[in-house]
């Protein structure tokens, strides 16, 4: 059974990045309300807390949809599970907490607000041990549309990482 929950959450993280990519190059309107039956999969809390680009993406998915209070409840248990780790778990995760906001704030279209919780020293490659870089990337890239030079520095910074981009399109 675990092996088939493992295929499924594949299956909607793909979904998922190919959902952000369309966004991301201002196709998502024409496949919207695809996005909706997916952030509707999306609610069933059993899927929640098991992987952070899981967990993140998909307060990014319903919240884009409208669907704000599931966001929020997904977001504030992100936040209370942290609270009962160690300090120095604690402090590392602070990070994960600030970006799942601004995820959530950046879904509504508060795309400002969503780089104010970033803060200045935002940097994406912090990121990549909580397999989240590649998300990062396109994410940072769409809030600085029209600063051209911050764009290319957070895609040159996640290329040399050579990492690879974890939403699969075959």
């Not at 990014?60 to 209070?69: E, H, Q, Y």
């Not at 599931?70 to 977001?75: I, K, N, P, T, Y």
Request: hydrophobic share 45%; net charge positive; glycine share 4%.
């Amino acid at each position: 059974m675990c092996k088939e929950l493992e295929k499924e959450d594949a299956v909607y993280m793909d979904a998922l990045g190919l959902m952000f990519r369309l966004h991301t190059r201002d196709k998502l309107p024409e496949f919207l309300d695809r996005l909706k039956v997916l952030a509707d999969c999306l609610t069933d809390q059993k899927m929640w807390y098991q992987k952070w680009l899981f967990d993140i993406t998909t307060i990014w998915a319903l919240s884009k949809v409208g669907n704000t209070s599931q966001a929020h409840v997904l977001l504030e248990g992100l936040k209370s599970r942290t609270c009962n780790l160690n300090n120095k778990k604690q402090q590392l995760m602070q990070r994960a907490i600030q970006l799942a906001g601004a995820v959530y704030e950046y879904g509504k279209g508060n795309n400002t607000k969503a780089l104010e919780m970033l803060g200045p020293n935002f940097d994406v490659v912090d990121y990549k041990v909580m397999h989240v870089l590649a998300f990062m990337r396109y994410i940072t890239a769409y809030l600085m549309e029209g600063n051209a030079e911050a764009v290319v520095t957070t895609c040159e910074k996640a290329n040399v990482l050579n990492l690879h981009i974890y939403f699969k399109f075959a």
